[in-house]
């Protein structure tokens, strides 16, 4: 056994070792992680007024951790807190899910970009092509919940091409930023023919070797459907997050 395998299996000894020594997750970090999921998946949906007793209810804990979870989220201008009730959901600004998408889909062009530079194997592409004709077979049957989770795994699949674990980790928290605006306007959006054609295209042209087209195509389907999203949001009257 060679002295590099040797350094690289005690290295994930050490890894593994450290996960399983990693202490569990605090109440008040489950709290934050669950209340933000049902946010972010339109549970609780825009202007909702959630009290702190069926918070608890729900969670099965205490007030402390759910209060420590409710400032962090405030902080985060996903709620406000109600005094002696509990907590209010913000609604989303156009004007900052317009500038979010514009820096998301600068980082995604730059991972398209990394992506043809390191060549993508066959098996790879092939994911990428399976997730199209995910997209296809939901346009096609009119499973618009279905469309929207093949769209979300083809783009993890696009990004993860690049190979840069720090692009990935920041592309997925400017993807997380958009998910509740996404969730929200899925239903009032024109049906998603362009955009699964044009996911079809970058694949094809990805898999031709056609960086320059590849890059093209992307973003000027995320900046439409930017516009297409922000202009439902500022129709709803949803000004401020």
């Known amino acids: 056994m060679s002295d590099t395998s040797s350094e690289f299996k005690a290295a994930r000894f050490a890894e593994d070792e450290a996960d399983a020594l990693a202490p569990p997750p605090s109440n008040a970090m489950i709290a934050y992680q669950e209340i933000r999921r049902r946010i972010m998946d339109n549970v609780y949906p825009i202007g909702a007024t959630v009290s702190m007793q069926e918070t608890e209810a729900s969670l099965h804990m205490s007030r402390t951790p759910i209060r420590d979870a409710l400032i962090r989220l405030e902080e985060e201008r996903l709620v406000k807190l109600v005094p002696r009730h509990g907590f209010q ?4 600004s156009a004007r900052d899910t317009a500038e979010i998408y514009r820096i998301l889909t600068s980082l995604e062009v730059l991972a398209i970009e990394q992506a043809m530079e390191t060549k993508p194997s066959p ?5 990428l092509d399976a997730g199209v004709a995910g997209l296809e ?3 096609a049957i009119e499973d618009l919940e279905a469309w929207a989770r093949f769209d979300a795994i083809f ?10 674990k720090r692009l990935i980790e920041l592309v997925r928290q400017f993807q997380d930023q958009t998910r509740r605006a996404r969730r929200i306007t899925l239903h009032l959006r024109s049906s998603p023919e362009l955009s699964t054609k044009n996911h079809r295209e970058l694949v094809e042209a990805i898999m031709s070797g056609d960086t320059e087209r590849a890059c093209a195509i992307h973003k000027a389907q995320r900046m439409r459907s930017a516009r297409e999203l922000t202009g439902i949001l500022r129709t709803l009257d949803i000004r401020h997050l």
């Open 89 to 92: 959901v913000l609604p989303i």
């Open 137 to 139: 077979h939901t346009l």
């Open 123 to 127: 098996d790879k592409l092939a994911e």
């Open 155 to 164: 783009h993890e699949t696009l990004i993860a091409l690049s190979g840069n």
